[in-house]
């Protein structure tokens, strides 16, 4: 699997809206080739594009992710568009030849191998395979891969390298670790690279401290920022620029 240098952070990054379908699109029309985006079950099991336990920061409405059904969730508005669907999400990407790293979220009480088991469903049923399946839980990691028959690529998230990572990305069978880019020293990118595996860093909004990590050995870097990386033309949304960041 070859990764994109630069990966717009949940969606667009900055661009729209947070895990939304004109993140995705803004971050393709600036010439972004790879999106991040966050993956959590309704109360009745569909995979949806979302980050927080609750639907209180992005939306208009509140509550618990895990707690409302799907048609609940799409009643909400996210920027103009209704909360979108791990489905719809794969085949804007696909439309817009993005590459996708699908992070499985570990939510407050949720049931994280059955959040692996549906998106592996998903991805079962309509992804072109473009991509990445990530997250801090090998049990989800493992669980989404009980239902792919075919060859996918994994990706451990960590924060930083704790002593046991080895044995879990391992365990995960990952091509990749996702790591918190303020423990992406020399010592870590070396050790991550020396064991065979890509590196991905998150989340880095400086251009001058991607490229530093891109020159020490990262394979890649998350953004909220890719237009720091990517000419702004052409870009419909560009009264949207700017105004819209994810929450730290
Ligand atoms: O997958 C990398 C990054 O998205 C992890 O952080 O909290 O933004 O999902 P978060
Ligand atoms: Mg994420």
């Not at 010439?31 to 920061?57: I, K, N, Q, W, Y």
């Not at 080895?166 to 990952?174: L, Q, W």
């Amino acid at each position: 699997m070859v990764y994109p240098r630069i990966i717009a952070h949940r969606g667009g990054g900055g661009l729209a809206p947070e895990n939304s379908l004109a993140g995705l699109t803004a971050a393709a029309n600036i010439g972004c080739r790879g999106v991040e985006f966050d993956t959590m079950l309704s109360a009745d099991g569909v995979p949806v594009l979302m980050h927080d336990d609750t639907v209180d920061r992005t939306t208009g409405g509140s509550g618990v992710v895990s707690r409302l059904t799907f048609a609940e969730l799409r009643q909400l508005d996210i920027g103009g568009e209704p909360v979108p669907s791990l489905a719809e999400a794969l085949a804007r990407c696909a439309e817009l030849g993005l590459w996708a790293n699908i992070e499985l979220k570990v939510a407050v009480d949720a049931d994280i191998a059955a959040l692996g088991q549906s998106v592996g469903r998903v991805l079962a049923e309509v992804w072109n395979g473009h991509g990445v399946i990530s997250s801090y839980s090998t049990i989800a990691l493992l669980a989404a891969k009980s239902q792919l028959s075919r060859d996918s690529d994994y990706a451990l998230l960590v924060d930083d390298l704790r002593p046991d990572w080895r044995e879990r990305a391992v365990e995960a069978g990952a091509c990749a670790v996702h790591m918190a880019a303020g423990w992406a020293d020399a010592a870590a990118i070396a050790s991550v690279r020396a064991a065979g595996l890509k590196l991905a860093c998150y989340t880095v909004n400086e251009y001058t401290e991607g490229e530093r990590l891109l020159a020490a050995g990262a394979t890649a870097v998350f953004t909220d920022f890719p237009e720091l990386w990517h000419s702004p033309e052409p870009m419909p949304e560009a009264s949207q620029i700017l105004t819209l960041r994810p929450a730290a």
